[in-house]
């Protein structure tokens, strides 16, 4: 039995964190190779390695994935220090280079010169598609604006195909039920950022992130822009890149009378808090969402104008109106912040209203324990710890907002 434990420990010792071994970065320079500081990690790699996110059978595994900043040329390359075949027969290390080849293309380059020859080609690169929108951040740490565009892309551009297979293999990382989608349907609209800066003189793009949107149709003659995939990339993180670009692609389609209205499938926590931001940022110029119009509460005005004029769906125009209510709600006067209150809890209370109609339909053809049962799941006193609790996390968000607002 010692003899198995001990066999046990040394092999644990050839388990690799596949979030720490592969090694991401975005390559300007050459020198950015060998910079440990442009190195990123995926939050996410369950969907190649399993749930437990480890590779077995290496000792300091690092899987090198290193992208030209601009085109995405691939450098892919696996490292390590021991193999497990190396110390004990019979006991196979997982194919961790087949698992990466299942969603990098072909085409890669596993030697660094080659990838760093690429590099010299960058200059080449060029946004796809036609300008929507520019914009400048300021950069603190080198003290200037930088310039960011976002295109709309048709998928015939050319080289684009081939450039949207290495851009989403950051989805695999970053997405936790990501996967890829099938861009021979024409109803994939496609928008990216990109970043221009000086190298030498010449002017560059580097890629920032990017959305996809599929646009279902609507009877009898509309469409409804569906947001599937969107990702910043990590170096890019929380400088507003994505208010900027769901914005931009929100006043693209309201541009169009085709359009219903845009939503989003299974939206993160993240990109609802994101949508919400730049959703109230929008209504707030509408002439429904005054401030004396708000205090009347929601109204069929607020829905409809923020359809037609913004293709915002009644259930999210509802949730702007919310946000805005509280902007002009003075929280510290007991009256007004019962008022906010009741309004919001009656809105939540909707599914518990459900509940219970559809208890009473099913009184019918349940047997009085199962009836019991149903009837101790929606016990009153939970119904309202559940408001409550409810009620302070949707405070919370709506709060996280407005300090946005207030900052932007």
Same mark, same amino acid.
């Given at each position: 039995? #010692?003899?198995?434990?001990?066999?046990?420990? =040394?092999?644990?010792?050839?388990?690799?964190?596949?979030?720490?071994?592969?090694? %991401?970065?975005?390559?300007?320079?050459?020198?950015?190779?060998?910079?440990?500081? &442009?190195? *990123?990690?995926?939050?996410?790699?369950?969907?190649?390695?399993?749930?437990?996110?480890?590779?077995?059978?290496?000792?300091?595994? $690092?899987? $090198?994935?290193?992208? &030209?900043?601009?085109?995405?040329?691939? %450098?892919?390359?696996?490292k390590?220090?021991?193999?497990?075949?190396?110390? *004990?027969?019979?006991?196979?290390?997982?194919?961790v280079?087949?698992?990466?080849?299942?969603?990098?293309?072909?085409?890669?380059?596993?030697?660094?010169?080659?990838?760093?020859?690429?590099?010299?080609?960058?200059?080449?690169f060029?946004?796809?598609?036609?300008?929507? @929108?520019?914009? =400048?951040?300021?950069?603190?740490?080198?003290?200037?604006?930088?310039?960011? $565009?976002?295109?709309?892309?048709?998928?015939?551009?050319?080289?684009?195909?081939?450039y949207?297979?290495r851009?989403?293999?950051f %989805? /695999?990382?970053f997405i936790?039920?990501?996967?890829?989608?099938?861009?021979?349907?024409?109803?994939?609209?496609?928008? +990216?950022? *990109?970043?221009?800066?000086?190298?030498?003189?010449? &002017?560059?793009?580097?890629?920032?992130?990017y959305?996809?949107?599929?646009?279902?149709?609507?009877?009898?003659?509309?469409?409804?822009?569906?947001?599937?995939? /969107?990702?910043?990339?990590?170096?890019?993180?929380?400088?507003?890149?994505?208010?900027?670009?769901?914005?931009?692609? @929100?006043?693209?389609?309201c541009?169009?009378?085709?359009?219903?209205?845009?939503?989003?499938?299974?939206?993160? !926590?993240?990109?609802?808090k994101?949508?919400?931001?730049?959703?109230? =940022?929008?209504?707030?110029?509408?002439?429904?969402?005054?401030? !004396?119009?708000?205090? @009347?509460? *929601?109204?069929?005005? /607020?829905?409809?104008?923020?359809r !037609?004029?913004?293709?915002?769906?009644? =259930?999210?125009?509802r949730?702007?109106?919310?946000?805005?209510? +509280?902007?002009?709600?003075?929280?510290?006067?007991?009256?007004?912040?019962?008022?906010?209150?009741?309004?919001?809890?009656?809105?939540?209370?909707?599914?518990?209203?459900k509940?219970?109609?559809?208890?009473?339909? /099913?009184?019918?053809?349940?047997?009085?324990? !199962?009836? #019991?049962?149903?009837?101790?799941?929606?016990d009153?006193?939970?119904? @309202?710890?559940?408001?409550?609790?409810?009620? $302070?996390?949707?405070?919370?968000?709506?709060?996280?907002?407005?300090?946005?607002?207030?900052?932007?």
């Amino acid at each position: 039995m #010692a003899g198995v434990n001990e066999m046990e420990k =040394k092999l644990a010792e050839y388990k690799c964190d596949t979030n720490e071994a592969i090694c %991401l970065k975005l390559v300007r320079f050459p020198e950015d190779v060998e910079d440990e500081g &442009t190195t *990123f990690h995926p939050e996410y790699s369950h969907q190649l390695f399993g749930d437990d996110e480890v590779a077995f059978g290496y000792k300091g595994l $690092q899987i $090198q994935l290193y992208y &030209t900043a601009g085109n995405l040329s691939t %450098l892919f390359k696996v490292k390590y220090s021991a193999r497990v075949t190396e110390t *004990f027969d019979c006991v196979e290390p997982d194919d961790v280079e087949g698992k990466i080849r299942e969603i990098i293309p072909p085409g890669f380059s596993c030697n660094t010169d080659d990838f760093i020859s690429l590099l010299e080609k960058e200059g080449n690169f060029k946004p796809f598609g036609s300008l929507l @929108h520019t914009y =400048k951040v300021h950069n603190v740490e080198e003290g200037v604006d930088l310039t960011y $565009q976002i295109h709309k892309v048709d998928i015939l551009s050319a080289g684009f195909r081939e450039y949207h297979e290495r851009l989403q293999t950051f %989805l /695999m990382w970053f997405i936790e039920t990501a996967s890829f989608i099938d861009i021979d349907d024409d109803r994939w609209d496609f928008f +990216l950022v *990109f970043e221009k800066y000086n190298k030498d003189g010449e &002017t560059l793009y580097a890629t920032v992130g990017y959305m996809t949107v599929y646009n279902y149709y609507v009877y009898p003659d509309k469409t409804r822009p569906r947001v599937s995939q /969107m990702l910043i990339l990590p170096p890019f993180q929380g400088e507003g890149h994505g208010a900027q670009l769901l914005e931009t692609v @929100h006043r693209y389609y309201c541009n169009s009378p085709k359009v219903q209205d845009v939503t989003a499938e299974d939206p993160s !926590e993240n990109y609802v808090k994101l949508r919400d931001f730049v959703l109230v =940022k929008l209504c707030m110029a509408l002439p429904s969402f005054s401030t !004396e119009k708000l205090a @009347h509460g *929601f109204s069929e005005e /607020m829905a409809t104008e923020a359809r !037609e004029k913004l293709k915002i769906n009644k =259930k999210h125009a509802r949730r702007v109106y919310e946000i805005l209510r +509280l902007r002009n709600t003075d929280m510290s006067d007991e009256e007004k912040a019962r008022e906010f209150r009741l309004e919001v809890k009656k809105r939540l209370f909707g599914p518990y209203r459900k509940n219970q109609r559809e208890l009473t339909k /099913m009184r019918k053809c349940l047997s009085p324990e !199962e009836l #019991a049962s149903h009837i101790s799941q929606m016990d009153t006193r939970i119904q @309202h710890e559940e408001l409550e609790k409810s009620y $302070q996390e949707v405070l919370g968000d709506y709060r996280r907002v407005l300090e946005r607002l207030s900052q932007a």
